[in-house]
């Protein structure tokens, strides 16, 4: 299966919070793991790529992946009102879950907004 | 600049008249990919393609050709649209099938289709 469950929100916190974003998922051939970031009227754009588990930063963005407990993490923080924007996670593997490397599963998306 | 070109932008037309959704991008990509962004439901994959002449299934092709002639252009066509494909669409590229940070995938700006 393919299934990614992701908490479509909306999720509100006020400016300078610690957000932490979440999706799960069932299938274990799942080897990439990606969040995008979409503002409103607009494509989404990779902010975070992690390949299998482990942690990676970039600014003051923080990827986790957990294949153990199938669970992965965005974590933004000193939050700022232009990070208000839907969240995407996105999956990809190889082997047998049905698609290929090129065959991305994404969640549904989370809707943050950070107020001023 | 970099960039991926859908046309046309917004469109509303009736069932059963053949359209097409070109896509177009500059950075000589080998990685084109069409989905369909609908509320609650996210973003899924329709067709991609992994290089020229080499096109698979996503996981909602049902509906829906695609053609990859040339490296530049990956055509979305709807032969006999329905009501149920009104919906936004995105076109995507990347250097290869999964996305890193140092080669993300690439979204237009995307396609308002409007089926009655």
């Known amino acids: 299966q393919k299934e990614v469950e992701q908490d479509p929100g909306p999720l509100s916190v006020p400016e300078g919070a610690i957000v932490s974003l979440n999706c799960t998922y069932s299938?274990?051939?799942?080897?990439?793991f990606m969040w995008y970031r979409q503002y409103s009227r607009k494509g989404p754009e990779l902010l975070m790529y992690?390949?299998?588990?482990g942690n990676k930063e970039d600014g003051r963005f923080t990827a986790q992946v957990d294949k153990s407990s199938k669970y992965i993490s965005l974590f933004i923080r000193d939050s700022q009102p232009s990070d208000s924007a839907t969240y995407l996670c996105?999956?990809?593997?190889?082997?047998?879950?049905?698609?290929?490397?090129?065959?991305?599963?994404f969640g549904k998306g989370t809707k943050l907004s950070v107020k001023p | 600049e970099a960039q991926v070109t859908q046309n046309p932008r917004y469109l509303i037309t009736v069932t059963g008249k053949k359209l097409t959704v070109t896509c177009s991008q500059n950075?000589?990509?080998?990685?084109m990919s069409w989905y369909r962004q609908d509320p609650g439901l996210g973003l899924r994959q329709i067709y991609y393609?992994?290089?020229?002449?080499?096109?698979d299934k996503g996981d909602v092709p049902e509906g829906y050709k695609v053609s990859r002639k040339e490296k530049r252009n990956f055509p979305l066509i709807l032969e006999s649209p329905s009501p149920n494909q009104t919906s936004l669409y995105f076109c995507?590229?990347?250097?290869?099938?999964?996305?890193?940070?140092?080669?993300?995938?690439?979204f237009g700006d995307g396609t308002r289709l409007s089926i009655l």
């Open positions: 996105a999956m990809s593997g190889f082997g047998n879950y049905g698609g290929s490397q090129g065959n991305l599963i």
């Open positions: 950075m000589n990509h080998e990685y």
């Open positions: 393609s992994m290089n020229v002449e080499v096109t």
């Open positions: 299938n274990s051939a799942f080897q990439y």
């Open positions: 992690t390949y299998s588990s």
């Open positions: 995507a590229s990347s250097p290869r099938g999964v996305p890193t940070k140092n080669q993300p995938q690439h």
